[in-house]
């Protein structure tokens, strides 16, 4: 399996971006469709976006217009750009490989958008 190691959460004011990154530990390319998903408390964890191993994205009608996925082959590290963040994004946000034999998961990283 892959490790995956998320950074980039944090505090942020509404209206506030911020990019999360997850490293993995060897090559995804290829290999592993990416996802970030995230859980508020009291919450079942949801999907927020994807990216296959083509480049294809999709996401969460909750973050259309406002969060951007992609990833970086090269450097085995996928992104999720946050962009005019709300209250209701607060969540600990989870990086996921997955393919048709195996998925993995990260720790997490806390995002809290409050004023």
């Known amino acids: 399996q892959v490790q995956l190691v998320e950074s980039g959460g944090g505090l942020v004011q509404p209206g506030g971006s911020l990019r999360l990154s997850c490293a993995a530990s060897?090559?995804?390319?290829?290999?592993?469709?990416m996802a970030w998903y995230r859980q508020a408390p009291g919450k079942q964890r949801e999907l927020v976006a994807t990216?296959?191993?083509?480049?294809?994205?999709n996401y969460a009608d909750s973050v259309k217009g406002r969060f951007t996925i992609s990833r970086d082959n090269a450097k085995n590290t996928v992104y999720l750009q946050m962009n005019s963040l709300k209250p209701e994004d607060t969540a600990v946000y989870y990086c996921?490989?997955?393919?048709?034999?195996?998925?993995?998961w990260g720790q997490g990283t806390q995002v809290t958008v409050s004023s």
């Open positions: 060897r090559s995804i390319f290829g290999i592993y469709n």
């Open positions: 996921n490989a997955n393919n048709i034999a195996t998925r993995s």
């Open positions: 990216v296959t191993t083509g480049g294809s994205t």
